[in-house]
């Protein structure tokens, strides 16, 4: 059994950054592809960014909404996701999931909140 648990949510301020972090427990997996997803109240969930292939900077793409604003990154053991926000506004205000696939198996964690005041 594989669970994601991420962390590094919180409320800042418009302008503000946060890192959240994605960390795998339960048994050994490398994911393939690790992306970030975000759920505002009333919305459908929608794709931030994701990452494919090996350790360092891996295949990127973003949600056009983060592009240049937020980085997405993992470790070399294909195990953590990282997704730097920077320069958030209000309309960012969301839970931000995690999500990890390994060949046909997807795991999702539970979300953390990302509250941004104006």
């Known amino acids: 059994q594989v669970r994601l648990a991420e962390s590094g949510g919180g409320l800042v301020q418009s302008g503000g950054s946060l890192r959240l972090s994605c960390s795998a427990s339960?048994?050994?997996?490398?994911?393939?592809?690790m992306s970030w997803y975000r759920q505002a109240p009333g919305t459908q969930r929608e794709l931030v960014a994701a990452?494919?292939?090996?350790?360092?900077?891996?295949?990127?793409r973003y949600a056009d909404f983060a592009k240049g604003r937020f980085t997405i990154s993992r470790d070399k053991a294909l195990r953590t996701g990282y997704l730097q926000l920077n320069n958030l506004a209000p309309e960012d205000t969301a839970i931000y999931y995690c999500?990890?696939?390994?060949?046909?198996?997807?795991?999702w964690g539970q979300g953390t909140q990302v509250t941004v005041s104006s």
């Open positions: 999500n990890g696939r390994e060949g046909p198996l997807e795991f």
């Open positions: 339960g048994r050994i997996v490398s994911f393939t592809t």
């Open positions: 990452i494919t292939g090996g350790g360092g900077e891996g295949y990127t």
